[in-house]
């Protein structure tokens, strides 16, 4: 995109210092990151267990890009930009099952491989060639049950991209196998989407603004490890024995297959997390929406045998803690708003995650 001008990063990131406070509210930076970031991105769409059966599909949304996750009548599953060809009604929503996708705005007919079938009055129209208005794809794959998306086509595979993750989720002693989908839970935050994956990259913070997550998960930087890997980075906190032990001090005691806390983060903006205990996993994805705002969009699978008093008891854990984080990012948008802080300083150690994340969005948008 040319002709767009972010203001410069007066002291180097290098040094510790942290992106520039416009860059979380400047319309021209949120113009640039979705051109340069979120336009190729690899993001958690929705369940895989949603697209199973051929002629199901779901409707979600990965950045800025509305898509359709779609099983063909032949099997194989597709995503298309979920935007009508006639004139940008979005053409599915929700999920379920259907013969075609029919644009709710004029009925434009698309089958189920994205190819326009009919449009009504098309046969008053001279010269009207459905064959090039077919949907747009976008690229999918499958990690487990969790679909993926990212609108750029000729992505690199999923799997490539996912890298060590796997092998990481694996050594939680979590089995991807033994999970459905739970439930699906969209939280709006007065926040930059820098400001939220900020949040989610350091629990510098955990002591002193999660003190029930730190009952159970121990967030000594000795025990507390991170690490940068190519495509994400990871968080694991072994389990604090005092909550094993079910001392009543703890909101939930972490018994189970799940022996650590693992919190990944995905570039641009989908996260992964795992609490100790039962078997779980909640993926969520971070929806930038407007330069000062942002929809976290999170899905919960457990077994399908878990105990609901459980299930709820973990959930109320997490929202916790999501409830203190919201209240934390919101006051940072509030500070960095104000302009008179122009640039913040990281702890080198515990805030790795956090510098090697803005040295990446720096150099996509240098
Ligand atoms: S916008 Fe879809 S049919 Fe008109
Ligand atoms: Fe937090």
Redesign the pocket.
């Given at each position: 995109m040319s002709g767009i001008k972010v203001s410069p990063v007066d002291r180097p990131l290098e040094e510790g210092w942290t992106l520039p406070a416009s860059w979380y509210s400047d319309p021209a930076v949120y113009a640039l990151e979705r051109e340069r970031i979120f336009a190729s991105a690899w993001t958690y769409a929705g369940p895989a267990e949603w697209v199973s059966e051929p002629g199901s599909y779901f409707a979600s949304q990965i950045g800025h890009v509305p898509v359709a996750i779609v099983r063909g009548k032949d099997g194989e599953l597709r995503g298309f930009v979920n935007v009508?060809r006639?004139?940008?009604?979005l053409v599915v929503s929700g999920q379920g099952r259907r013969e075609t996708l029919q644009?709710p705005?004029?009925?434009?007919t698309y089958d189920l491989d994205g190819s326009l079938r009919r449009a009504p009055r098309a046969e008053r129209e001279p010269g009207f060639d459905p064959s090039g208005l077919s949907l747009l794809t976008v690229a999918v794959g499958v990690w487990g049950p969790f679909v993926f998306a990212n609108p750029d086509p000729d992505a690199q595979p999923l799997d490539e991209w996912l890298g060590a993750l796997p092998a990481i989720v694996a050594e939680s002693g979590l089995d991807l196998g033994v999970l459905r989908f739970h439930s699906h839970h969209e939280w709006p935050i007065g926040a930059n989407w820098k400001v939220a994956m900020e949040n989610f990259l350091e629990c510098y913070h955990c002591p002193t603004a999660h003190p029930g997550f730190s009952k159970v998960v121990d967030v000594d930087p000795d025990s507390y490890r991170l690490a940068v890997h190519p495509t994400f980075s990871a968080q694991i906190g072994p389990v604090r024995a005092s909550a094993l032990s079910g001392n009543g001090k703890a909101p939930y005691v972490p018994r189970g297959d799940v022996s650590q806390a693992q919190y990944h983060f995905l570039l641009p903006a989908t996260t992964v997390n795992i609490a100790p205990g039962m078997p779980n996993i909640s993926l969520e994805r971070w929806l930038p929406d407007g330069p000062a705002r942002t929809v976290e969009v999170t899905d919960y699978f457990f077994a399908e045998d878990a105990p609901e008093s459980e299930v709820e008891e973990l959930m109320a854990w997490d929202t916790q803690v999501a409830e203190e984080d919201t209240s934390l990012v919101e006051s940072v948008q509030r500070g960095l708003d104000s302009g008179l802080v122009p640039q913040g300083r990281l702890m080198a150690e515990s805030e790795q995650l956090i510098a090697d994340f803005q040295r990446r969005v720096r150099d996509a948008l240098d």
């Open positions: 009508c006639h004139r940008g009604h644009c705005y004029h009925a434009w």
